[in-house]
């Protein structure tokens, strides 16, 4: 009996010996956890990294952006004034003429016979009339009689000057100096009267036309610097003014009409889509930052700035010009103050943060110069 005792006893001792030990174990991570816990707890959250820059001083422009074609100023449709073959045709496409210039010369057979026929009918009425008006001086021929004669005669002129004319057309000649844009006529066809020809093109001068909102009527005047850069000529800027403002306000669309004229200089063509730039005041030093800093959220417009705990505030900011990558700032931020540029969306009011990139160099700010720089070339 006592040796069977023994044997459940150390049977006992062998199944609570494993119990003890993960007791044991489990006590031991709970302590390690809570010391982990408690340390997080001291250290507090982590830094969120952020890319800052600098308020500064810089000169900014108030200006309205728009896009248009570019026109020219001038265009014609030479029409054929007369029926006739083409015997030759002088200019091509592509080539520069001048006003009065002969473009295509058209048979002129039939109109100088009736030219021919006219002027023999008008030199027999011009003798006519003078014998006429020596035999009235001479009471040998009634007034009546004599303003007859005088009366063919005028309409002999008449019908002899149309003639003339109806000869003249038979030259076509272009309206304007410009350029021929393109060309409905080889030699040998037979044009009809009213028939459009050629089509020119005065490139001299190019025009686009900005339908502006009435709200910039008060800012926009003649004489203003036009800045002009087209998508087929990426990386170039064109220089030029507003030519005229339109006073009337359209009352359907709320706009009103701003042409700016261009030097036509071989490069702009009619027909490309422009993007134009009006400045119409300039701060020479203005308090600006980059306009990225600015929170697109849909209350004022604030930016984040870092105080020197490196904790972040949110800042409410009063704007003034929007000049391409920067932004004016009134009231809200001092001068040298660091605000926030890259990495805004995960901070809040008083969250800490850590600034990356190389120390004392503003990265927003050279991108934003640079992209400035580009698009006053």
């Not at 002999?156 to 038979?170: D, F, G, I, P, Q």
């Not at 203005?286 to 490196?310: C, K, M, Q, S």
Request: proline content about 4%; glycine content about 8%; overall charge positive.
């Amino acid at each position: 009996m006592r040796h069977f005792t023994r044997i459940r006893s150390a049977r006992a001792a062998a199944v609570m010996l494993p119990c003890l030990l993960l007791l044991a174990a489990c006590k031991g991570q709970g302590g390690a956890g809570e010391a982990q816990a408690k340390e997080g707890k001291d250290k507090g959250p982590e830094a969120v990294p952020v890319e800052v820059a600098k308020a500064s001083r810089r000169a900014v422009a108030a200006s309205y952006t728009g896009t248009a074609p570019l026109e020219p100023v001038a265009e014609s449709q030479v029409i054929a004034k007369t029926s006739g073959v083409a015997l030759n045709v002088l200019v091509e496409e592509g080539q520069k003429i001048t006003a009065g210039q002969t473009l295509v010369r058209l048979d002129s057979a039939r109109s100088q016979l009736q030219a021919a026929q006219t002027a023999a009918q008008m030199r027999k009425l011009e003798a006519n009339y003078a014998r006429a008006k020596q035999m009235a001086e001479q009471k040998l021929l009634s007034a009546n009689d004599n303003d007859q004669l005088r009366y063919d005669l005028e309409e002999a002129r008449a019908a002899n000057h149309m003639a003339n004319l109806e000869l003249s057309y038979a030259n076509v000649q272009a309206p304007i100096s410009g350029v021929i844009a393109s060309r409905s006529i080889k030699t040998g066809n037979f044009v009809q009267i009213n028939t459009p020809i050629f089509r020119i093109v005065d490139t001299s001068r190019l025009e686009a036309t900005l339908n502006v909102p009435e709200r910039e009527l008060a800012t926009l005047k003649a004489g203003q610097p036009v800045l002009l850069q087209v998508d087929a000529l990426p990386g170039k800027s064109f220089t030029g003014m507003v030519d005229r403002v339109s006073p009337v306000v359209d009352s359907g669309s709320g706009t009103f009409r701003v042409i700016c004229s261009f030097a036509g200089d071989g490069v702009l063509q009619p027909g490309m889509f422009g993007r134009i730039k009006i400045d119409y005041d300039q701060r020479a030093d203005a308090l600006v930052v980059p306009r990225v800093a600015l929170l697109e959220d849909e209350g004022d417009p604030a930016v984040f700035v870092i105080g020197g705990d490196n904790k972040t505030k949110r800042v409410s900011v009063k704007l003034g010009y929007v000049d391409g990558a920067w932004a004016e700032i009134r009231q809200g931020v001092k001068e040298g103050e660091q605000v926030v540029t890259a990495g805004k969306t995960a901070l809040r009011d008083g969250t800490a943060v850590q600034v990356i990139g190389a120390p004392g160099k503003d990265r927003e700010v050279a991108a934003a110069d640079k992209k400035s720089e580009g698009t006053k070339q």
